[in-house]
């Protein structure tokens, strides 16, 4: 439908950005997506989407907001819950960064070897960030 047409010429143009640029734009294109779309491919073009905006957007709380929601989608319960600590981790959310991390890290398979780096990572930063808040008060 009108929907996937969109998808399509959205994402021929995204090919023309770069750095930056081409990260916020696929986030927007991921956002839309997520939004509209039913179909699986689709939100498969919007994790992809969202993947390679992650190398400038990584910081981005929207981003492992509309990923968690994508994840979710597509019934992959470890990376929602990984992209629910990243979100609650950039926003200074730090024990729910870590309850989510911990859900992840039992929802991942064990051979997604990244990921579950990444969740004991988050724990342990979240809990170092939180160790310097008790600190500061």
Aim: charged letters at 35%; proline letters at 1%.
């Amino acid at each position: 439908g009108m929907v996937e047409d969109a998808a399509v010429a959205y994402n021929k143009s995204l090919k023309l950005l770069h750095g930056q640029d081409a990260a916020q734009a696929k986030v927007a294109f991921a956002s839309a997506i997520l939004a509209l779309a039913k179909d699986e491919d689709l939100i498969e073009l919007a994790i992809k989407s969202l993947k390679e905006a992650k190398i400038f957007e990584y910081d981005s709380p929207f981003l492992f907001k509309q990923l968690a929601g994508a994840y979710d989608k597509v019934g992959d319960v470890g990376r929602s819950f990984l992209a629910l600590a990243e979100f609650n981790f950039w926003r200074g959310e730090n024990e729910k960064a870590v309850k989510y991390a911990k859900k992840a890290k039992e929802e991942l398979p064990g051979n997604a070897r990244e990921e579950l780096l990444r969740a004991d990572d988050l724990i342990e930063l979240a809990k170092e960030k939180e160790g310097s808040k008790e600190k500061e008060s």
